[in-house]
């Protein structure tokens, strides 16, 4: 049995915290014991919307910096400095606490502020391999034909597969349209 889930927003305003909510939902179902985690927050008066939310909606009981790794300021200046391995280093260690004290760890990948999206996906799927987890991207289908969502869906797979070796459980397309469902079923077959 796979122990974790990353879901990460393959683009900004993919709409990663519903399904983050859905999927804690899901699994609250097989066991009480669901963990949450977020590698890096961007930090807001010290307090993230979506810990905040999951940890009172789910009683996870653990403080809020006890649920990510760093804020994005630290990692920016991290990875300017050449320190990355340190970076996934101190983010795993934290991680790992989390991950000990629960039967199963959704984690919320990075929100894009500003950052280049091929890159941000990029360590996404790099955590999400160094974590051991399931990948789940997420694409965003609001505003978008079904061919379109298509497209995002197969560039995403092509991208992962040239560059990142984490196993991807599952693609959500994201608010989709209803009169593009249909579509968007028959062209992803």
């Known amino acids: 049995m796979f122990h974790s889930i990353y879901i990460a927003g393959a683009e900004p305003r993919s709409g990663k915290s519903l399904i983050v909510l859905g999927m804690m939902e899901m699994l609250r179902a ?26 009172k909606r789910y009683n996870l009981g653990a403080t809020g910096t006890d649920l990510y790794g760093c804020t994005q300021d630290v990692a920016h200046k991290m990875v ?64 978008r034909t079904a061919g379109e969502i298509a497209d995002a869906v197969n560039l995403l797979e092509a991208h992962l597969a040239a560059g990142q070796h984490c196993e991807v459980l599952a693609a959500f397309a994201n608010r989709v349209p209803v009169e593009e469902v249909a579509a968007l079923t028959e062209l992803l077959q």
């Not at 097989?30 to 940890?55: C, K, M, Q």
């Open 80 to 143: 300017a400095a050449g320190q990355h391995e340190e970076l996934l280093k101190l983010i795993l260690a934290k991680y790992r606490a989390v991950q000990e004290h629960s039967d199963i760890v959704v984690c919320a990948g990075t929100d894009f502020n500003g950052a280049n999206s091929a890159l941000e996906l990029d360590f996404n799927a790099e955590l999400a391999n160094h974590f051991g987890c399931l990948f789940l991207p997420v694409i965003k289908g609001h505003g």
């Open 30 to 55: 097989i066991t009480p014991n669901v963990g949450f985690f977020r590698p890096v927050i961007t930090e807001n008066n010290g307090r993230d919307p979506l810990i905040h939310l999951v940890s």
